[in-house]
């Protein structure tokens, strides 16, 4: 279905329902779960929306994390790591990290 | 849906019964549906559920016992104005074309919504004079949907809708269908006795088997209730004490059961996954609870929460 | 619903129609043939004018023709037909085929369904009937012109044309229609429906064929053989002949035989009116005179009606009332 970017309308339950053909209800009820979780926000009379609660990082975080990234590779690749080494080492503590948090 | 909405059970049944000479195809029958859902009848086939819809849609007299369908007659001419039904294999006149079939729709039912029918019928790029006789299977259901929807009905009753379709037919099928239920808030009982890839469309299940009932229940709280545990076949008892057991397998080591829980599962000889619809389902089927009664609705029981 | 029965029964209505226009054109230019010549011999003015005896030319004319030829024999069975085809299909073909829990769930409901489909098949019949009736009365006149004369026995009192004209067919296609209904609600499947409607029409209508005439007492009239013609009165219906001496003791036919028959041929024996004049014999003839015409089609039409409508009732009430 695609990314959703903050303030795009989410498709209503009956586009979701006449396209992947499961029960409204199914729909209505994550709809109303984002809602609570306050990812989406419904308009009346609109629709539902994505709502501005995400954070998003600033761009001055965002380059300083990216230059420190750039610093440890370059001490990858001097140790002798190869790109596959590296991405394998990403993926792994990617994958620890976050994975970690789902009960 | 919609919390104004009237909360008038769709059907109500009271002990009903259904003989044919000295054979009862349908028994002890006690349901309450509630309206806004779609409701799955699932059974193996002679297990009763055309039966017990031909007597809802008002084709067929109980024997014994009594049905309320949306609070009134089943038999009530206003009561079937409200519902639509749509038969086993589809019937439709098949010297009419597909117009014909419209036309007939409008001539025999008030308040005819001619405009969604051919628009939807065009969507599917079903042709208009074709005669009924010569149309596909996926189309004939199309076509039946279309006559069945055509009337607004606050409730649907289809009976083994697609069982004979292939993939695609079956899948265009349960879009239609599910798209009239999220625009309209429409009530659908869809009986079949296959499981796959109506799963995700039922919220509510209805399980027959021998002529009688054997669970119903939202399908929300079956799959919060049942629980498949593996563990030492000698702490069955133990299990068996605390919870239903609905299915058990014993192997040399290891027992295999599918219980509906009665509290949380302490004992950390046993390990607990959730079960699946379909390993519900086969479960009650295989071992139906003859002369026990029905199964009563399972909402308000004491395991909540989450997984 | 109206529109619905037309829809689905317009092919059945169109045929029915085309059959009655067929047999109308064929009774009408055979008819006409007949005036024709009947003009043509001078047979209808002398007729009409009541003055001269008649005899020769009526005899010409009725060997020219004939009487009712025998194909109007099957043509009083045309009733029939709407009992197989319009009746017994009505509600076992839906049945039959399933498509009943299509029907029987729209919101018209079942009663105004069947009501309005018999309805339409009630006027069908109505027009049917009434077409055949006044066709053949108009075919059979010059017949009855003749008989009242005197010169025949051909008219409407005597099968068949009792069964074509005046209210008999709408009666005989009633009660076909009525049958085929019922037997198809009953038994719920089409080509048994159908047996059971011709057992049921031959077994109420073949033995009726008889037994009407006898419903108003008929008359009787005897006297002596007279040279060359038998004593019923003009447009009769003979039912049955007595023989008896002069004194008065009855004979069987076999004594006339014996007494006046000379032999015709291997197989056949004459028997001569100058013969029996002469013994003296009488004849005693029982027979239904013309003035009794519209008595007898009124008992047995009402007759046949009041059963169709309980049989058209029961189909209802076994349809809309009780369920498979």
Known sequence: MGILQPGDQLPTAREVVAKLAINPNTVLKAYRDLEREGLVAARPGQGTFVSHGLDSPDPATFARFAAQLSRWMSAAQAAGLGPEDIEAIYRTAVRDRFAEGVA | MNPDRDVTPTIETFGLGRRYGRRWALRDCTLTLPQGHVIGLVGPNGAGKTTLLHIVAGLLEPTTGDVRVLGASARDLRTLSRIGFVAQDKPLYPRFTVEDMLRMGGWLNPGWDRASALERLAGLDIPLEQRCGSLSGGQR???????????????????????????????????????????????????????????????????????????????????????????????????????????????????????????????????????????????????????????????????RGSR | MIEMTWRQHRAQLLIATVVVAAFVAYMLITSLQRAAFANSIGLSSCLAARTRDCGPLAEAFLNRFGGIPQFYTLLAGLPLLAGLFWGAPLIAREVEAGTYRLAWTQSVGRGRWLTVKLATFLAAIVVAATVLSLTFSFWLRIYSQISAAGYTNIDRLAPPAFDLTGTAPFATMLFAFALGTLAGALIRRTVPAMAVTLGGYLGVVLPLESLRYTILSPLTKSGPFATNSIPVPPGAYALSSGYSTAAGHPVPFSSLVQVCGTPQGAHSVGIKLSCLAAHGFHVSETYQPAWRYWPLQGIYSASLVVIAIVLLGSAIWWTARRVR
């Open chain 2, 141 to 303: 259901a199309q076509v039946a949907l279309a006559i069945a929807l055509g009337k607004r009905p606050d409730l649907l009753l289809l009976d083994e809708p697609v069982a004979n379709l292939d993939p695609l037919a079956r899948r265009q099928f349960m879009q239609v269908l599910l798209e009239h239920v999220a625009a309209t808030g429409m009530t659908v009982v869809l009986s079949s006795h296959l499981l796959a890839d109506l799963e995700r469309v039922w919220d509510y299940l209805v399980l027959m088997s021998a002529s009688r009932i054997q669970l119903s229940a939202p399908t929300d709280e079956l799959l919060h209730e049942h629980r498949v545990l593996t563990g030492p076949p000698s702490k069955v008892g133990a299990i068996a004490a605390a919870h239903a057991v609905v299915q058990s397998s014993m192997a040399d080591r290891q027992a295999t059961l599918l219980i509906r829980a009665g509290g949380p599962v302490h004992d950390p000889d046993w390990s607990a996954r959730p079960a699946s619809l379909e390993e519900i389902v086969l479960a009650y089927m295989r071992t139906p609870l003859a002369g026990a009664g029905p199964v009563l609705s399972l909402v308000g029981s004491p395991l």
